[in-house]
């Protein structure tokens, strides 16, 4: 049985550093790449990245690029998030989730299909 | 960046109704495209993807169709347990952005 299994709830000063982590099992670590996926209180999803299973080649998005780290253990099937340099807004639920491809037709498409249960951040002065 | 956008962003009905979501992309995604839903307190979860096929375990009265910018999404007989947020997302290219989401709720 597939599971991601994210870290607890964290509150923050501004300025800060938060380090998520979102463990897995039931599948290959090295075979899927991880995306984390965030929401903010009472808003929609913003997707900020994902990293590689694999090889932990990453793509942020730039919104986040210079404040977000993504990284993996590959010995605990563990990924990890650092966001730095916290601000008010950055306060939300973080979610990982496993991104499959669904190869069909000669494309293949991707999804996050297994998610974790989310990890509260809360910056607050 | 791709922006999607999604219609309505909300609507009320009741149990057994057809039910239509829209999402239309800023450009073409060929049917790079994805469906969540996402109840209160809980996690999103993956209802579609490429566009029309079922992800494993959802049921049935869910369908997806489109491609390019425009897609949709169809609950053929709405049940009590549908009262969710629905996103999509497209894959397209990074950043996977998603729809701003749509209410549903059960009259």
């Known amino acids: 049985q597939v599971q991601v299994v994210q870290s607890g709830a964290e509150v923050k000063k501004p300025g800060a550093s938060v380090k998520v982590s979102c463990k897995t099992s039931?599948?290959?670590?090295?075979?899927?790449?991880i995306m984390w996926v965030r929401q903010a209180p009472g808003q929609g999803l913003e997707w900020m990245g994902w990293?590689?299973?694999?090889?932990?080649?990453?793509d942020y998005a730039q919104k986040f690029q210079g404040r977000v780290t993504m990284t993996t253990d590959t010995s605990t099937s563990t990924a990890y998030m650092e966001m730095r340099s916290l601000r008010s807004d950055d306060t939300a639920v973080y979610y990982c989730?496993?991104?499959?491809?669904?190869?069909?037709?000669?494309?293949?498409?991707?999804?996050?299909?297994?998610w974790g249960q989310g990890t509260t951040v809360t910056v607050s002065s | 960046d791709i922006q999607m956008t999604q219609s309505p962003s909300s609507l009320s009905a009741s149990i057994g109704d057809r039910v239509t979501i829209t999402c239309r992309a800023s450009?073409?995604?060929?049917?790079?495209l994805n469906w969540y839903h996402q109840r209160p307190g809980e996690a999103p979860k993956l209802l579609i993807h490429?566009?029309?096929t079922l992800q494993t375990g959802v049921p049935s009265r869910f369908s997806g169709s489109g491609s390019g910018t425009d897609f949709t999404l169809t609950i053929s007989s709405l049940q009590p347990e549908d009262s969710a947020v629905f996103y999509c997302?497209?894959?397209?290219?990074?950043?996977?952005?998603f729809g701003q989401g749509t209410k549903l709720e059960i009259e």
């Open positions: 989730t496993r991104r499959t491809l669904y190869c069909i037709g000669g494309s293949c498409y991707s999804a996050g299909d297994v």
């Open positions: 039931g599948y290959t670590f090295k075979s899927y790449d």
């Open positions: 990293i590689s299973g694999y090889n932990g080649d990453t």
């Open positions: 450009k073409s995604i060929d049917r790079f």
């Open positions: 490429a566009a029309s």
């Open positions: 997302q497209q894959s397209f290219g990074t950043p996977y952005t």
